[in-house]
């Protein structure tokens, strides 16, 4: 049943708005300004890749996006709804826990450590929100992550811990417990990068299934190749700023900017 | 095997018997004589020999009376003694741990009113010492002789009631440890909480739970590995510290003996009596601590070590051989 009610909102979303809307969205530690307005839209089941040297500010950003950071200027808003806040005529007031907490269920996130609860086994890890955030019936949790663990290609790793999994296995576990919510938007902060090289491809191979299922997803990546072939958007991040963004083909293949060119010539 | 040969003598032993069992002989397997050890004989033996000395002559001691110590090793009061000695250190540790988790989430919220508030609980109750506290709690009737409920300020109230029957001495006691208690164990729950990642938090919270949720099943189970060991400790003490209950006349274990010796005079004895009783029970608290270390430990290790009970078992079943293997298989 939330399945159906997953690819409804799809539906309806791809016939009207943007799915994520970001409007000069700013944010400092201190006096440090990491973002500096940044403003882009990703539409019902798009595939966004966020490329840019480290420091760029394009994992702050999306943790801004499910509110793990708060923003201190410009808007964010998921479906809709502004992220963190509730609008009432003109003036913004903050959001309880409880509510942040809800917004959250809707908007998955991907680690790049995993941070997979390591005292529950694979299947645990991917039924617990379900069965304790959204009430699914602990038995129909369970049969949903298998499934999900199916698809991930680790069902016969169910029962094991994340001890004893390794880096790819760990976060396909990842990506199919943050599944197992059913997001409408799905983050990805740098899922490779802690991978022994040989691993990424299965932990991509994933992610590519995902995207051609139509699954919206925003992915902060050092993988060019991936951002080509999967990426319906790059956008390239550099001190806080968009510097430069569009279809895959114009930003890797023909890039305007000489800092997108820099960055571009050091990773490939 | 080439790493055998920069391992201790004795594991290189025990590693080339697993690896005999297993993998066959190989030519440049090391089969070393073990180094000796005469030193170890040496002290052993020294030991060994003062301790006998020590215990016959406290044996052959002609002021210890040892059918004194028989006669009162199971005597009834004795074992009532014991028995609210364990009731006082069970029911302490239980409703001191609930406090102790609630004064640590206080003083890990944001909220600056909880916070100084568990602050200042940690200050008083770890800053003075227990015994007076204890007194304190058995002298509340000085400081107010009646307790009642009322609205504050007026002459309005509810009910009365006279202290000394709302406290009795082991209320009393209960409350002294309990409160003292939860000071310390906050801190170690705390410290606890604090060594769980903040990456399991951001996981928590990015699949929505909400705080409450993400405390109770995510970050205390993890937090329980580096809890236990210094909560069991702190059982320990506390199956101790009862003893200084004796002060308010609680009639635990040392007062129930302080008070036969008052009437026989064997204080000596009824000392040697108690201190087993002490010595046994701490030693029976420290199995449970095992186990509960070993299941908070799951998904931990990548491989569980079977339990000493576990390992006797298998050992029996295959004569001796699975030891030398598990040896082998741990990271």
Redesign the interface.
């Known amino acids: 049943m939330t399945d159906a009610l997953a690819t409804h909102e799809h539906a309806v979303g791809a016939a009207a708005s943007p799915l994520l809307v970001a409007s000069n969205v700013r944010k400092h530690y201190g006096s440090v300004e990491v973002l500096k307005g940044i403003s882009l839209t990703v539409n019902p089941g798009e595939v966004m890749c966020l490329l840019g040297p480290s420091g760029s500010g394009k994992s702050t950003f999306l943790r801004c996006i ?1 509110h ?1 950071e708060r923003i201190d200027g410009g808007r964010i808003s998921v479906g809709g709804d502004l992220i963190g806040y509730t609008q009432r005529q003109d003036r913004i007031f903050e959001m309880n ?2 509510q942040v ?9 991907v ?1 790049q ?1 995993f ?7 694979a299947l645990e890890n991917i039924s ?2 379900p069965v ?3 009430k699914v019936p602990k038995q129909q949790a369970s049969k949903r992550g298998m499934d999900l663990l199916e698809r991930v290609g680790l069902a016969h790793l169910a029962k094991a ?4 999994l390794s880096g790819g296995q760990q976060q396909r576990v ?1 990506i199919a ?2 599944l197992a ?1 059913d997001p409408q938007l799905l983050l990805f902060d740098e899922p490779t990068s802690a991978l022994d090289p040989e691993l990424v491809g299965d932990v991509l191979d994933v992610m590519r299934t995902l995207a051609s299922d139509g699954m919206t997803m925003i992915v902060v990546t050092h993988e060019i190749g991936f951002a080509r072939s999967a990426a319906d958007n790059v956008v390239f991040m550099d001190g806080g700023v968009v510097v430069e963004s569009g279809a895959p083909t114009s930003v890797l293949d023909n890039p305007q900017n000489p800092r997108t060119i820099a960055f571009l010539n050091s990773v490939m | 095997m080439k790493q055998a040969n920069t391992l201790p003598s004795r594991e290189v032993a025990a590693e080339t018997a697993a690896g005999t069992a297993i993998v066959g002989t190989a030519e440049d397997d090391v089969v070393a004589v073990p180094l000796r050890h005469p030193w170890r004989w040496v002290v052993a033996a020294a030991l060994a020999l003062g301790f006998v000395a020590l215990l016959s002559s406290l044996w052959s001691n002609p002021n210890i009376d040892h059918s004194t110590i028989k006669n009162y090793a199971f005597h009834p009061r004795i074992l009532s003694g014991i028995g609210l000695t364990l009731a006082l250190t069970a029911i302490s540790m239980l409703v001191s741990t609930v406090l102790g988790v609630l004064l640590a989430v206080m003083r890990l919220s944001r909220n600056p009113v909880m916070n100084a508030f568990a602050w200042l609980y940690v200050w008083v109750f770890r800053g003075t010492p227990l015994l007076i506290q204890v007194v304190f709690w058995g002298y509340l009737g000085l400081l107010y002789s009646q307790i009642s409920l009322g609205l504050p300020f007026t002459d309005f109230t509810f009910f009365s009631i006279d202290t000394n029957a709302l406290v009795p001495a082991f209320t009393a006691g209960l409350l002294a440890m309990t409160l003292n208690q939860a000071a310390y164990s906050a801190e170690i729950i705390r410290g606890g909480m604090l060594s769980v ?1 903040t ?2 938090h ?10 409450a ?1 993400a405390l109770f ?2 970050v205390l ?2 937090a329980m590995r580096v809890i236990i060991p210094p909560m069991g400790n702190e059982t320990i003490s506390m199956l101790k510290n009862t003893s200084l209950l004796s002060v308010i006349a609680v009639l635990e274990l040392y007062t129930v003996a302080t008070q036969i010796s008052s009437q026989n005079l064997r204080q000596v004895e009824l000392l040697v009596v108690v201190s087993c009783w002490y010595l046994f029970l701490t030693t029976v608290l420290s199995v449970p601590q095992y186990y509960l270390e070993r299941h ?1 430990g ?5 491989q569980q070590t079977p339990t000493p009970v576990g390992r006797m078992l298998s050992t029996l079943r295959k004569g001796g051989k699975h030891h030398a293997e598990s040896k082998g298989l741990q990271p």
């Open positions: 499910n793990l826990p409880r907490a809800r917004q959250r269920r809707g908007i998955g996130m680690f450590r941070n997979l609860f390591p005292h529950m086994t617990v929100a304790g955030v959204k811990y994340p001890a004893q990842a417990r943050a919510m | 990642d990456g399991q951001e996981a928590a919270y990015s699949l929505g739970m909400s705080p949720f099943r995510v189970p993890q908070y799951r998904g931990n290790a990548r």
